[in-house]
């Protein structure tokens, strides 16, 4: 026996992998089970976790303090997450941010009728992104918020190329326009169509004899994946693709830029930015931290829906409130 | 009668100052007065607050849900915060890093006989660089932090130069060195010498027929202020120190360097920074957000000594939780 945070993950992609090997970073955590709807044998995870099938979860109800949710937001965690926060403490990355508010009362609803904490739509935006919003608008009453995002992969877009006939691989990076960061930066307050703060690159791979300027074409005019932005397609060989568009980085800015005193003279530049090589092992390393605050706060009594905007830095972290202050603050 | 949150300003130099232009930006706020230990009568404000005498205070309990402390650290607030939080709920911006676990006790055990909430060492640094301290080093466990501070003036710096026999004006900027910055953002994890992470540049008007080549000497080799560290010295007229070296401004950066996954091999880079035309009116804009927050503490029923660490996010807005899920996530 121990005094370890026991997690369990539900579902094993490219973000439950990451959890795994967060949570190997975390010494004050241990992984109890990866919760899997494939056939548990079949599945060897980085370090060898025990792994077992999603239906038999409820074996391990007061064995696990908190479990983390890896799936995709739209049809796994909408559904899952009020599944099982009524008997788990549960943290998740749902991001389809038009649909939060009716995903944080569903998980409302369950979390209380379970006694249980649930931790929502964690990860890095929302998340982290939000935070700095919420607390840049705070702070700098007046003045405008700006998002960039990139240089990254966009998973939705590279999925929209994958489905294009004759098209074998595909990656997509959104990237933002290096002259509206610097107008922002510079205080200009500038008001932006959507083509001028982000373009979007497309790498491609395509069947031997499928025809390059119909798939072009096909790109450029896709309604809301692609239309709206200035698009670069590049066609490359497969051997390219896979030894240079295979890893998932991402990142971006959110600034405030404000202004305060008489006759707002002084100008004001709140900036947040984040650089990953890898945006699952990232997006997995906020879920693991949010996992301790989901604790912490289901150890003061709580229960019910959160985000991020409502529980306190401290509890993200391993060290006492006494060790902050001496070491952080 | 309305439902706006009444505040008190104690002690108004630039920073008492910089509250009241603050609060006229937060329609959910007035000022109910500010408290000076000047004659009152002597002092006008920026928009002409009521002004009262600081041994008058008592007669504004009940009328005030937050008095914003305006202070110095070494002398002001250190004896002020215990003091007016006896009967106050308080906000201060104590920022003498080693004494913060001293003063919190003072104050936490002085808010609790009061019964109100106390947040204290709010503001940037600490306050919102704190904030980002301790999330980015819960997020990457494995990793460095490093906070760099300005371009900007330093006060206490400034103020060394000028007990200098022959100075008459004099103001010092703290410089982070590029290099040491781009090393960082580059995720080498350096470490560094004092002398490598910032320079010290001085602008200084001296008396006249004053030993220039001595003031220079007396500078460089000051100990804890100037001798570790490369620090330029320029001579300038009265008229180029006044319409080019009075105004405030600061800033700095706060960067977590941290990787993730298998061997380590996924550097993620969390950033953190400010450009601030004036340090004291972002200060203040800080401190009456924080104010918000206090308030809302209250209200829960919280009594006690709190930082910025112990507080959610959405405590620091205007905006109703629902709003921020909807508007901000």
């Known amino acids: 026996m121990n005094n ?20 190997k970073q975390n010494e004050d955590m241990e992984l109890v089970s990866v919760f899997t709807r494939r056939e548990p ?3 060897k995870t980085v370090y060898g976790a025990n792994v077992c099938a999603c239906e038999d979860i ?5 064995k696990i303090d908190v479990l983390i949710l890896c799936g995709g937001s739209a049809t796994d965690l909408i559904a899952q997450t009020p599944e099982f926060s009524k008997n788990f403490n549960v943290v998740d990355s749902f991001d389809t941010h038009a649909r939060i508010p009716e995903h944080f009362e569903n998980v409302d609803k369950a979390a209380k009728d379970g006694g249980n904490v649930a931790l929502i739509s964690s990860g890095w935006d929302p998340g982290l992104f939000s935070m700095n919003r919420v607390m ?7 003045g405008n918020t700006y998002t960039f995002w990139g240089c990254g992969v966009s998973q939705g877009h590279s999925d929209a190329l994958r489905r294009i006939d004759g098209v074998r691989y595909a990656a997509q990076y959104t990237v933002p326009i290096e ?46 994946y692609f239309a709206d ?30 202004s305060t005193g008489e006759n707002n ?3 004001q530049t709140y900036e947040f930015s984040l650089k990953l090589d890898s945006n699952p092992e990232f997006t997995a390393s906020m879920l693991v931290a949010s ?13 019910g829906a959160f985000t991020v905007l409502d529980i306190p830095i401290s509890y993200f972290s391993k060290y006492s409130s006494e060790e902050l202050r001496k070491n952080f603050l």
Do not use: W
């Open 4 to 23: 370890n945070l026991k997690v369990g993950i539900v579902g094993y992609g490219n973000l439950g992998r990451g959890v795994e090997l967060a949570v």
């Open 229 to 258: 932005y200035d698009t670069e397609v590049y066609f490359i060989t497969e051997k390219d693709f896979l030894e240079n568009h295979t890893s998932m980085p991402h990142g971006g800015v959110v600034i405030r830029s404000g």
């Open 41 to 43: 044998s079949s599945l």
């Open 58 to 62: 409820l074996d391990y109800k007061g």
């Open 265 to 267: 003279s002084s100008k």
């Open 136 to 142: 840049g608008e705070s702070v700098l009453t007046e």
């Open 291 to 303: 996992a301790r605050a989901v604790y912490k706060m289901f150890s003061d009594g709580a229960c």
């Open 179 to 224: 002259k509206a960061l610097e107008s922002v930066r510079n205080g200009e307050c500038p008001t932006f169509t959507t083509r001028e703060k982000h373009k979007r690159e497309c790498y491609v791979v395509i069947e031997q004899c499928a025809d390059m300027d119909a798939i072009r074409q096909e790109i450029v005019t896709m309604p809301n």
